[in-house]
C-alpha cells in the first residue's frame, strides 16, 4: 500500500534537494547583527534596549507587546549600534536593533551542554510561560507566536498533534536535516507538547523523500512512549497545515475555521526543536537551520544561523558569486519572496536562501489561457484559479466570493502549472485583497 | 542588479508550446501509416493543411488583429494536421485551403484566438468542407500498400460505409458489397482500409496516445470513456440482435473514432476543465456517435457528436464545478 497523502490536487515540482546530505555547518558570526523586532504576525515587540547598550548572546531586546506578539532576543554578544528603521527583505523600512558584534559571550542562564535532558519536570502552564519568555513562533513561515497555538480555547479538545517534517518546497532541506542531527531533541519536544496539550501520542509527519531522517527518527522513537512516526507520499504542498491534517487524519478544516476545531494542533519540527531548547535548556530563539542553496551557488550548504546575519554574509559563504545573481528568495521557490536587498537579515522564519542565476530570474511572459484545467487539478482546495484570474481581470469581487478565492492558501501550485504561464497566484492575492478590503 | 518577482519562482516545463510539440509528435505514426497506405498524396494533403493553417493564423494576427502572431505555440500546425486527418488522400489542393480558412479564421480567431473557440477548429472545417463537397468529401482512394506514388483514381467504401448502405438496404448495396468486404481485424488495425487518411490505423494512432499519456498532455479519462460508451452500447444492440450489423470491435476500429476519441474530444478549449465533466462530456460523445452511424443518413458520426458536445460545455462545466476543500462533504 502506498502512503497516505491529501486528496485534492498538488503536483511535484522538480525537489533540487541538493543539500539533503550536507550536515548543518556552523555559520559563525556576522560583524554586524540586524535584528528586526517583528520577525512573527502580530505587533511588533517593545523595544527595550537603546544605543550604546551592552547586550549577550539571548539578552532581551524587545519584548511582547500583547498576545499577538512575540520576545526577541539577541543572537550576538556586542554593542548596540543603533536602534532603527533599515530596509528589509521586502524592501520596507522595518524597525531593527543593529549589534555590533564582540566575541561570542552568552547568557549564564542558557545550558549549552549537548546532553539530552528527557525528564520533563515542568508543568504545562510553566511550559507554555517557558515558550512565551523563548520568544517561540511558528518557524515553518507561518510566524504564528507558538504560546498561542498551544493554549487551547475553552471547550476544544485536541486529539491529533502532528508535527510537519514535510519540507515539500523544492531545494530547501533545513527541516531535513535537522531532524536527522536533533532527532531526539524533536522527539522530546513532541513529549512536551504531548503533556501540554493533555494528549498520549504525537505524530511526526515525514514524507518518503528523506530516508536518513525516517530511519533516525524511527530508531529513537522507539525508545520513547507517545511519538510515531508516519511517512507520508511526497507531494507539493504537503507541509501546508490544513493538507497535513487531511492528509494525516482524512479530516478537513471547515472553510474559514481552525485546526483546533477538528481537534489537530501541526507544529513544524523546527519550532518542536526550538521548544525542546527553551523549556529543557532554557535556550531563546536567536538561530535556525537555514538553507542555502539555488543555481548560483556554488557550494550550497545547511547552516546554523544566528538571526541578524545578513544574507550576504551566507552568500560569501556558499561562494556565491554576487555579479551572477539575478534573484535572492527568502524561503521556497514556490511561496518564497524575492528579496530587494543583498544584506537583508535572517529571521526566525527564514527557512532558505536561494541564489538564481540571472536568467532563471525573469518571470516568463503571460500568454492566452489555453482551458488545460491542469490549474483546477492541481489546486489543493479545489479552487479553478483560471476563473479566479478571468474575474480579477472583470474587477468582478461579488463573483469572486462565490469562487471561494478567501480559501486560497496561496501554495502557487497553480501557477507553478500553467503552460500559458498566467501568474494565477498574483490574480488570487489581488483577489483576496480586493475582496477583504470591499467587506 | 538584483530582480524581484512574485512568487512561484518555478515553473512546470509544460508550457503551451512544449504541449502542441508533443501532440504534433503523437500525431506523426498516423501521418506515417498514412503515407504507407495511400501514398505520397497523403503527404501533399497534410503539408497543404498546415502550411495554410499556420499562415492564415499569421496573417489574421498580423493584418486583422494587428496583434503579434501567436503562430509560434504551435496550435496551427496542430490544427492542420487533425484537419488534414479528415480528409480523404485525394482531395484537392484548393478544397483544403478553403477547409483551412474555415477552421482557422471562423473555427478559431473569430472566437479570440486560442483557448476561446467553442468548436474544435479542425472539425468545423471538416464539417464545411462536408457539407459543401459531399462528394469528394466521401470518395475513398483504395489503400495500396508503399504504393506511393498512388495517382489511381480508383474509390471505395469505408467500413461504415458498407454498413450503413446494409443497413439501409439500399440499392446502392451492389455497388459497395456485403458484410464479407468488411476488412478484418487485422487489416483495421494497421489501417488497411479505406477512410480519411489520418483515422485508419488504429495501431499508429494509439502509439500516439501512449506518448500524450507519457507526456502527461492529456488523461486517459476521455477516450476511454468515450470509446467504452461506443463499445458498450453497440455491444448490448449487438447482443440483442439485428439491431445493428457488427460487432463492437469492427465499431471501435472503424471510422474516426480512436482519432476522434484521442486527439479531438481531448482539445483542452473546447472540453470541460474538471475530471468529472470530462467524463460526462466523453460519454456523451460516444451515446451521440452511436446514434448517428446507426440512425442518422451519415455513415459516421464522430465529427459531428464531438462538436455537439462541444456546445454542452459550458453547461457540463457549470454542472461540474469541483468541491471546494473545507466544504460540504458528506
Ligand atoms: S495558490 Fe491558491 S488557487 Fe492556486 S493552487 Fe494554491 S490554493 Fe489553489
Ligand atoms: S492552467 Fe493556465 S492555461 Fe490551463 S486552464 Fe488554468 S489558467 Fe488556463
Not at chain 1, 515558550?131 to 504560546?147: D, L, S
Amino acid at each position: 500500500m502506498s502512503n497516505k497523502t491529501f486528496h485534492i490536487g498538488g503536483i511535484h515540482p522538480d525537489k533540487h534537494k541538493i543539500t539533503t546530505n550536507k550536515p548543518i555547518e556552523d555559520a559563525g558570526l556576522p560583524e554586524i547583527a540586524y535584528i528586526p523586532v517583528k520577525q512573527h504576525i502580530g505587533s511588533p515587540a517593545k523595544i527595550l534596549v537603546s544605543k550604546g547598550d551592552k547586550v549577550k548572546v539571548g539578552t532581551l531586546l524587545a519584548d511582547a507587546d500583547g498576545i499577538v506578539s512575540a520576545d526577541v532576543h539577541s543572537s550576538v554578544s556586542g554593542e548596540v549600534l543603533k536602534v532603527e528603521e533599515i530596509e528589509g527583505e521586502f524592501g520596507y523600512l522595518e524597525q531593527m536593533i543593529t549589534v555590533k558584534v564582540e566575541g561570542d559571550e552568552w547568557e549564564e542562564s542558557i545550558d549549552r551542554s549537548p546532553d539530552i535532558i528527557k525528564e520533563i519536570t515542568l508543568s504545562p502552564e510553566e511550559i507554555i510561560a517557558k515558550i512565551r519568555e523563548a520568544g517561540i513562533v511558528g518557524m515553518g513561515g507561518a510566524g504564528y507566536p507558538t504560546p498561542i497555538k498551544t493554549t487551547i480555547p475553552e471547550g476544544k479538545k485536541v486529539e491529533y498533534l502532528i508535527i510537519n517534517g514535510i519540507e515539500c518546497e523544492p531545494y530547501l532541506t533545513a527541516d531535513d536535516r535537522l531532524m536527522v542531527e536533533k532527532a531526539e531533541q524533536i522527539i522530546v519536544g513532541a513529549k512536551i507538547l504531548n503533556k501540554v496539550l493533555g494528549i498520549q501520542n504525537a505524530i511526526i509527519a515525514v514524507d518518503e523523500n528523506k530516508p536518513n531522517a525516517i530511519e533516525v527518527l524511527r530508531k529513537i522513537t522507539r525508545s520513547y512512549v507517545g511519538v510515531n512516526v508516519q511517512v507520508m507520499q511526497t507531494k507539493y504542498p504537503q507541509g501546508a497545515e490544513k493538507q497535513l491534517i487531511e492528509a494525516v487524519t482524512g479530516r478537513e478544516v471547515p472553510s474559514g475555521k481552525l485546526p483546533v476545531d477538528v481537534g489537530c494542533i501541526v507544529q513544524n519540527v523546527g519550532t518542536v526543536n526550538a521548544i525542546y531548547e527553551a523549556v529543557q535548556k532554557n535556550k531563546p530563539l536567536f538561530e535556525r537551520v537555514v538553507t542555502v542553496s539555488g543555481d548560483a551557488a556554488e557550494n550550497p550548504s545547511n547552516f546554523m544561523v544566528r538571526v541578524g546575519t545578513p544574507a550576504s554574509y551566507l552568500i560569501n559563504k556558499v561562494h556565491g558569486n554576487p555579479a551572477e545573481i539575478g534573484k535572492i528568495i527568502f524561503g521556497g521557490p514556490m511561496m518564497g519572496t524575492s528579496a530587494v536587498n543583498i544584506n537583508a537579515p535572517i529571521t526566525k522564519l527564514s527557512s532558505g536562501i536561494l541564489l538564481f542565476k540571472d536568467d532563471h530570474s525573469f518571470k516568463p511572459e503571460e500568454t492566452a489561457c489555453i482551458r488545460c484545467g491542469k490549474c483546477v487539478d492541481a489546486c489543493p482546495v479545489g479552487l479553478r484559479p483560471f476563473a479566479i484570474a478571468s474575474q480579477v481581470r472583470d474587477g468582478d469581487y461579488h463573483e469572486m466570493k462565490q469562487l471561494h478565492v478567501l480559501d486560497c492558501i496561496e501554495c502557487g501550485s497553480c501557477a507553478y502549472i500553467c503552460p500559458a504561464r498566467i501568474p494565477l497566484l498574483d490574480y488570487c492575492k489581488l483577489g483576496k485583497y480586493e475582496l477583504k478590503k470591499s467587506k | 542588479m538584483l530582480k524581484i518577482s512574485t512568487a512561484p519562482h518555478m515553473n512546470s516545463p509544460q508550457d503551451t508550446r512544449s504541449i502542441m510539440r508533443d501532440v504534433v509528435i503523437a500525431l506523426m505514426p498516423a501521418l506515417v501509416a498514412a503515407v504507407l497506405i495511400f501514398g505520397l498524396n497523403a503527404l501533399t494533403v497534410v503539408l497543404t493543411a498546415v502550411a495554410a493553417c499556420v499562415a492564415f493564423e499569421y496573417l489574421t494576427c498580423r493584418y486583422l488583429l494587428k496583434s503579434t502572431p501567436t503562430t509560434g505555440n504551435l496550435s496551427a500546425v496542430v490544427t492542420g494536421l487533425l484537419l488534414a486527418y479528415n480528409l480523404p488522400s485525394n482531395m484537392p489542393i484548393w478544397m483544403i485551403l478553403i477547409g483551412s480558412f474555415v477552421a482557422i479564421v471562423i473555427g478559431k480567431m473569430a472566437f479570440g484566438g486560442i483557448g476561446k473557440n467553442v468548436f474544435n477548429p479542425a472539425l468545423v472545417g471538416r464539417v464545411f468542407l462536408f457539407i459543401s463537397f459531399p462528394v469528394q468529401m466521401t470518395s475513398w482512394p483504395k489503400p495500396d500498400f508503399l504504393n506511393f506514388l498512388n495517382t489511381d483514381v480508383e474509390t471505395g467504401a469505408t467500413t461504415l460505409g458498407i454498413l450503413k448502405h446494409i443497413d439501409a438496404e439500399s440499392s446502392a448495396t451492389k455497388l459497395v458489397g456485403g458484410l464479407e468486404n468488411l476488412p478484418d481485424y487485422g487489416q483495421m488495425f494497421l489501417g488497411y482500409t479505406g477512410g480519411c487518411l489520418g483515422e485508419v490505423s488504429a495501431l499508429a494512432l494509439l502509439i500516439g496516445f501512449a506518448y500524450l499519456l507519457w507526456r502527461r498532455v492529456i488523461g486517459w479519462h476521455i477516450p476511454f470513456y468515450y470509446i467504452s460508451t461506443v463499445f458498450l452500447i453497440t455491444g448490448i444492440m449487438w447482443l440483442n440482435g439485428g439491431n445493428i450489423q457488427v460487432e463492437p470491435i469492427t465499431q471501435i476500429l472503424s471510422g474516426g473514432l480512436l482519432l476522434g476519441a484521442i486527439f479531438m474530444a481531448t482539445d483542452y478549449a473546447t472540453t470541460p476543465m474538471s475530471r468529472k465533466g470530462q467524463i460526462v462530456f466523453a460519454i456523451g460523445c460516444g451515446i451521440l456517435t452511436v446514434i448517428i452511424r446507426r440512425w442518422s443518413v451519415y455513415p459516421e458520426g464522430v465529427s459531428f457528436a464531438i462538436l455537439i458536445m462541444n456546445a454542452f460545455v459550458p453547461l457540463i462545466d457549470y454542472f461540474t464545478i469541483p468541491r471546494v476543500f473545507g466544504t460540504g462533504r458528506k
